[in-house]
């Protein structure tokens, strides 16, 4: 039968270079994904330091999206040929049509842009935890078009990297667990620091934060007085990403420690000034309570 013969004509030829774009189309991806991972490897053994894995996974990723799209494309080109599609004049009309486009995907260039150079000027890596277009979260996904972060509620970001101007990361080699102590103005401020530098040496008792801890703790002083309070500033460098856990576990043992000497965190306090007459006497202060009876 001519139908039956045609289709074993098709089936030996434009069949089997069919199948062997395709195979090598999926081919390229495979490697394209071994590869990038055996980046990572690479880097992980060589180093075996977090910062270094975190910046091989995001040139990992870099490198897959770019070699993925670029074989994936090739392979679509020669999938057509096969068809009888002339690509050469679709190409040359989707030149003259990217350039009438382009205009209007100015923010799809500047994606592309700013993602690339985030990445070789190293400024955000997969694991960072960072702020970026008002929104802070941890860096799940980075590639040349845009920045994928989850926040500690479990809200996704997905943010254009046109978008992000400023980056601020949290989690670049080391972190610092910042603290702001308030404490009552009747306190002795050398005994205060004495009490949180003995709590900062605690810490190493401490297993679940004692790892993570580089420095000993550095007071940088009585930093203002406040409303109701003398504001102490002092800091922690700690392993990135580590800072907040850390910081609960020193408010927790300082609130025990201020507890045992007596030190008082103080809340908010209201002073009522009455004035004076011009012969120095003040006048009464009469006060009603509408909690309980009489008056006080």
Not at 18 to 32: E, K, Q
Not at 175 to 195: K, M, N, P, T
């Amino acid at each position: 039968m001519p139908e039956l013969n045609l289709i074993k004509e098709w089936l030996t030829t434009t069949g089997v270079r069919l199948a062997i774009v395709i195979g090598l189309t999926l081919l390229g991806l495979l490697i394209a994904k071994v590869i990038a991972g055996r980046i990572v490897a690479f880097y992980q053994k060589k180093y075996d330091d977090a910062e270094h894995f975190k910046r091989a996974t995001t040139l990992g990723n870099m490198f897959r999206w770019v070699i993925s799209s670029a074989i994936f494309f090739t392979g679509v080109m020669l999938f057509l040929e096969e068809f009888g599609i002339e690509v050469g004049p679709l190409l040359a009309a989707a030149g003259v049509i990217g350039i009438a486009v382009g205009f209007g995907a100015q923010h799809l260039v500047q994606d592309l842009t700013n993602g690339f150079f985030m990445m070789i000027d190293d400024e955000v890596r997969v694991g960072d935890y960072v702020e970026i277009a008002g929104r802070a979260g941890m860096v799940e996904r980075i590639n040349l078009r845009q920045t994928v972060i989850r926040s500690f509620n479990g809200n996704v970001h997905y943010i254009p990297n046109s978008q992000i101007d400023v980056v601020t990361n949290m989690t670049k080699e080391f972190s610092y667990c910042w603290l702001e102590i308030g404490v009552a103005y009747r306190e002795d401020i050398d005994e205060v620091f004495e009490i949180m530098e003995k709590v900062a040496d605690s810490l190493k008792d401490v297993e679940a934060v004692a790892k993570y801890i580089y420095e000993p703790l550095e007071i940088l002083g009585l930093d203002s007085f406040g409303d109701s309070a003398l504001i102490v500033k002092a800091r922690l460098k700690v392993k990135p990403i580590t800072q907040w856990k850390v910081r609960r576990a020193y408010n927790r043992l300082l609130k025990r420690a201020f507890d045992e000497a007596g030190v008082e965190i103080p809340f908010p306090h209201l002073t009522l000034y009455q004035g004076q007459r011009k012969d120095g006497t003040a006048p009464s202060l009469n006060v009603r309570s509408s909690g309980a009876e009489g008056e006080l």
